[in-house]
């Protein structure tokens, strides 16, 4: 029962780590001036939706709340994939996994402006509930 659980979690972090590549696959394509049009129109649709911290289906309604991560965003990405032209594609896969290997990329400018909001939203909670 433990071992199955096991080899079910390590299931899931490679099938995450690989759409996380992907991601990265399909932000390196859009980038190439030899996609067509409308496939960088979708794949920028499905490399912003899946950067952002806004769902379709908000986390909190049970079960449909992870439908997004789990059926509609790897749907996108394999429909974007689809689209790119296989030359561009390996070129971008190449450019991923080299990406990937450098660890996490960091931000500091965006990770001090949402602390800065967290800190500010905090001080109005505390505010508002000391008042």
């Known amino acids: 029962m433990i ?12 099938w995450a780590k690989r759409l996380k590549q992907q991601i990265y696959t399909l932000y390196y394509a859009y980038k190439d001036q ?12 499905v490399v912003a939706y ?5 769902d379709l289906i908000p986390d909190f309604i049970p079960v449909l709340g992870f439908l997004d991560e789990v059926i509609l965003l790897p749907l996108g ?25 450098e660890g996490k990329p960091k931000n500091w400018i ?5 602390l800065i909001g967290w800190g500010v939203f905090l001080f109005w ?7």
């Open 125 to 131: 909670i505390l505010n508002t509930l000391s008042s």
């Open 50 to 54: 899946a950067f952002s911290p806004i």
């Open 3 to 14: 071992q199955t659980q096991k080899r079910y979690m390590e299931t899931l972090v490679t």
């Open 77 to 101: 990405i394999r429909l974007a994939l689809l689209m790119i032209p296989e030359h561009v594609k390996t070129e971008a896969e190449w450019k991923a996994a080299e990406k990937m290997s």
């Open 34 to 45: 030899r996609v067509p049009w409308y496939a960088k129109v979708f794949t920028a649709f």
């Open 110 to 114: 965006v990770g001090t402006v949402i």
